[in-house]
């Protein structure tokens, strides 16, 4: 069965500094790995997909992100963070069953950008 | 383009009664999954509906139901409702064709609260 665990409930960060928001995943099969967005009562907002071939990919808002399947992880990075940046993210993965396929999500990372 | 419409946005009900919940999916998908996410926490698959039939279902009592209309929309009934339902419930729609590559589209959500 899939799962997936987002190792920071909150990370606090001061504008301009890198971030990485950590995430684990298990799964018996081959998955597609996905970070969303939340802002304040709103719906989730796709970030970025890894769906196969380079590790290392790209999404909107300067974030990217890294896959390594050895470890299971799908790690969020972005280099330089901005207040609108607060916001909770989280990692998602999808895995294709039968009839279809279903998408799990971790429990979340909020990201608080300071001043 | 429309993205994914969820109607109510907000509503109140008392423990026992029974609720539904509507969804319109992206112009162009075919696919909806419900996801209930309760306070500080990710969200939770609830079922996903595919050509009229649920395809997939996650770890929720048979008080949830759902259905799919030849039109994609979709409805979400909880019946016999618990505090412990009080959430946000939120719409996710896609392309089954696509099996889960471009992510999920979500709409706003409908913040239930059970009295």
């Known amino acids: 069965a899939q799962s997936v665990t987002q190792l920071d409930s909150q990370v606090p960060v001061f504008e301009e500094a890198p971030v990485e928001l950590r995430c684990n995943y298990s799964?018996?099969?081959?998955?597609?790995l996905f970070w969303y967005v939340q802002y304040p009562n709103q719906g989730l907002q796709l970030l970025l997909k890894?769906?196969?071939?380079?590790?290392l990919v790209k999404g909107i808002n300067g974030f990217e992100a890294e896959f390594n399947k050895s470890q299971t992880s799908f790690h969020l990075r972005k280099p330089s963070v901005h207040i609108s940046d607060t916001a909770e993210y989280f990692c998602?993965?999808?895995?294709?069953?039968?009839?279809?396929?279903?998408?799990?999500f971790g429990a979340g990372t909020r990201l608080f950008v300071k001043a | 383009d429309a993205g994914v419409t969820q109607s109510p946005t907000h509503l109140i009900k008392t423990r026992g009664q029974q609720v539904t919940l509507r969804c319109s999916p992206k112009?162009?998908?075919?696919?909806v999954s419900w996801y209930q996410q309760a306070l500080g926490q990710g969200p939770q698959f609830i079922f996903q509906?595919?050509?009229?039939?649920?395809?997939q279902r996650g770890n929720f009592p048979d008080r949830f139901s759902g259905h799919q209309f030849p039109n994609y929309s979709s409805e979400l009934n909880v019946n016999a409702l618990l505090l412990g339902d009080s959430a946000l419930y939120l719409c996710?729609?896609?392309?089954?064709?696509?099996?889960?590559?471009?992510?999920?589209?979500f709409g706003s959500g409908t913040r239930l609260t059970v009295v």
């Open positions: 799964s018996s099969v081959s998955v597609y």
């Open positions: 996710a729609s896609s392309s089954l064709r696509r099996t889960g590559r471009d992510g999920y589209t």
């Open positions: 998602a993965v999808s895995e294709i069953s039968t009839g279809g396929f279903k998408t799990i």
């Open positions: 890894y769906l196969s071939g380079s590790t």
């Open positions: 112009s162009g998908h075919d696919t």
């Open positions: 509906y595919y050509e009229e039939e649920e395809r």
